[in-house]
């Protein structure tokens, strides 16, 4: 930290003591302290015909070393509630905890709950300070928390109209424009489709399926 230190005016012979072992004979410097502890200042000069000495203490204290946790469920769809645990340190007590979380939200203490309601990769940020104002900040290092919309589901067919008047009735079903809600680009990773007459598939395009007998069959498709 640097220091700024004064002396009288018409002073000569000067010299500073800074407590660290650097001295300064400038009539008013500017000294960084690069560690911690308590530090006497000694000033030493001439004033009209009288030398003069005068002290002061430095107290340089030691910064606080923000660090966090958090948990992200496996399903990370919004709304998405995350908590985080500040594990944060200090040679002194913390005193208060300042959380960015990325998407415009802020909150306090060291273990807050989070709730995201966009769809977006967030970077949190913590800020600390402790009893004697000294600060410290971290973002997250293992990278954003990625919060994803539901995933839009299209199931196409071939024909377009899936009535028959007559069976067997075959049709061809499709989940390639289904579309996902994450922020991190790339396929959706499951496709599960339920043909209604207790047939499955899990393929993104299973290709047909035939409806031997007469009825009504409900197609659903679910992807992750």
Not at 101 to 106: P, S, V
Not at 112 to 133: C, E, H, K, R, S
Not at 152 to 175: E, M, Q
Request: proline share 9%; charged share 5%; with cysteine.
């Amino acid at each position: 930290m640097g220091r700024p230190r004064r002396g009288p005016p018409g002073a000569t012979g000067i010299t500073w003591n800074f407590g660290d072992a650097v001295t300064s004979n400038q009539a008013s410097p500017t000294h960084n302290y690069t560690s911690v502890g308590n530090f006497i200042v000694t000033y030493n000069a001439t004033v009209g015909a009288s030398p003069v000495t005068y002290t002061a203490l430095v107290i340089v204290h030691g910064k606080p070393t923000a660090n966090f946790t958090y948990t992200v469920p496996s399903i990370r769809c919004k709304p998405l509630n995350v908590p985080f645990t500040s594990t944060s340190s200090g040679p002194a007590a913390i005193a208060s905890y300042t959380w960015n979380f990325g998407d415009g939200g802020q909150g306090s203490g060291p273990t807050p709950i989070w709730t995201y309601n966009l769809q977006g990769a967030f970077f949190v940020t913590l800020l600390v300070t402790d009893v004697n104002g000294c600060t410290s900040a971290l973002s997250t290092q293992q990278g954003p928390i990625n919060v994803s919309t539901p995933p839009t589901v299209v199931i196409t067919s071939n024909p377009l109209a899936l009535i028959s008047c007559t069976a067997p009735f075959t049709a061809a079903f499709s989940g390639s424009n289904c579309v996902s809600g994450s922020p991190i680009a790339g396929p959706l990773s499951s496709y599960s489709w339920n043909f209604g007459n207790s047939t499955f598939s899990t393929l993104q395009t299973p290709g047909n399926v035939t409806y031997s007998t007469p009825g009504v069959y409900n197609v659903s498709l679910t992807v992750t």
